[in-house]
């Protein structure tokens, strides 16, 4: 059984930084793909970014230029690296993982940015 837990969310200030990690129960790079989405309160579910078993990576407009994706060396960990957050930025992050025609999920993080 494959599990994805998030860590890092937290409050932080208009300007600040978070790195959000998502530790999966199998090596990462098992999953053809990995992301991150958010979700705030009364808004769809918005890709932030991705990252593909051989490193491709992309970001969401609205994040490009100050989040970065990222997997650790020790394989297990996927990173999320939020510079220069604004109070949009505010949301329940979830990670998500593709393993052939499974996807997993997990229980997601809440960031909250203050103005």
């Known amino acids: 059984q494959v599990q994805l837990v998030e860590s890092g969310g937290g409050l932080v200030q208009a300007g600040g930084s978070l790195r959000l990690s998502c530790a999966a129960s199998v090596s990462i790079f098992r999953f053809h793909a990995m992301a991150w989405y958010r979700q705030a309160p009364g808004k769809q579910r918005e890709l932030v970014a991705s990252?593909?078993?051989?490193?491709?990576?992309n970001v969401a407009d609205s994040v490009k230029g100050r989040f970065t994706i990222s997997r650790d060396s020790a394989k297990t960990t996927m990173i999320l690296q939020m510079n220069s957050l604004n109070p949009e930025d505010t949301a329940v992050y979830h990670c998500?993982?593709?393993?052939?025609?499974?996807?997993?999920w997990g229980q997601g993080t809440q960031v909250t940015v203050s103005s």
């Open positions: 998500n993982a593709v393993l052939g025609s499974f996807e997993y």
């Open positions: 990252i593909t078993s051989g490193g491709s990576t």
